[in-house]
């Protein structure tokens, strides 16, 4: 499975954009991108995933780069229930088995 | 929708028991379930695969006599910890992926279970 590399941790102001990386060098032409959250003491939840081009949803944007090298997810107005574990994640296929690295710890601060 | 309840949230047991955690779709049939453990402050493992109706595929390095996991319905899933011991503490998480649409492209989790041998 390719390997994803994120930063440990990241620290943003209420109510400011938050851009999450995430690198991707060795993903291969069928891998999926996944983001997933997680609170402490709970089950991971599901944010947004692509495949080549940008997507969006109520939660988040994921913005993926021409060459699929890397992406960001991007919470457009971070608030105090965001600060989580951010895992980016490829999957061979969509619904397929996930293996999670070690995620950027978002904290945001009032 | 996509809700997958774990049950129990929370258990205690002396070493040497056996526990069984159970892991259910509550609104969608579940045609894959995963089962994960997670030690503190770090990240989730996979530990095995389960489609219904078959046997589960266990991630390399997880015993498949000491996670006994079952998957007999569409809706549920179950792992058991044979003879657990202290080492076996941890929080158990399960995710299931349905049969259509979004729910095939995404696994949804359940709340975790965090169980503690003593």
């Known amino acids: 499975d390719a390997k994803t590399t994120q930063p440990n941790s990241m620290e943003s102001n209420e109510e400011e954009p938050v851009h999450l990386p995430c690198n991707h060098s060795t993903i291969s032409g069928t891998d999926y991108i996944h983001w997933y959250r997680q609170l402490p003491s709970q089950g991971p939840e599901y944010v947004i995933h692509?495949?080549?081009s940008n997507v969006n949803n109520r939660m988040a944007s994921l913005a993926i780069a021409e060459d699929r090298k890397s992406s960001t997810l991007i919470l457009h107005r971070a608030t105090l229930r965001d600060a989580a574990v951010y895992y980016c994640?490829?999957?061979?296929?969509?619904?397929?088995?996930?293996?999670f690295g070690q995620g950027t710890e978002l904290s945001v601060k009032p | 929708g996509a809700v997958v309840s774990q049950h129990p949230s929370r258990v205690i047991c002396k070493s040497g028991t056996s526990v069984k955690i159970e892991c259910r779709s509550l609104?969608?049939?579940?045609?894959?379930m995963f089962w994960y453990r997670q030690f503190p402050k770090k990240s989730l493992m996979l530990m095995a695969t389960?489609?219904?109706?078959?046997?589960?595929?266990?991630e390399q390095g997880v015993e498949k006599d000491k996670f006994l996991i079952n998957h007999a319905s569409l809706t549920l899933s179950t792992l058991t910890v044979t003879s657990a011991h202290p080492e076996d503490s941890s929080f158990y998480i399960c995710?299931?992926?349905?049969?259509?649409?979004?729910?095939?492209?995404?696994?949804?989790f359940g709340p975790g279970t965090r169980l503690l041998v003593l």
């Open positions: 609104d969608f049939q579940a045609t894959t």
């Open positions: 389960s489609n219904e109706g078959s046997k589960a595929t266990y």
């Open positions: 994640i490829l999957s061979r296929n969509q619904g397929g088995k996930l293996i």
């Open positions: 995710s299931a992926t349905g049969t259509s649409g979004h729910l095939q492209e995404t696994q949804y």
């Open positions: 692509g495949l080549t």
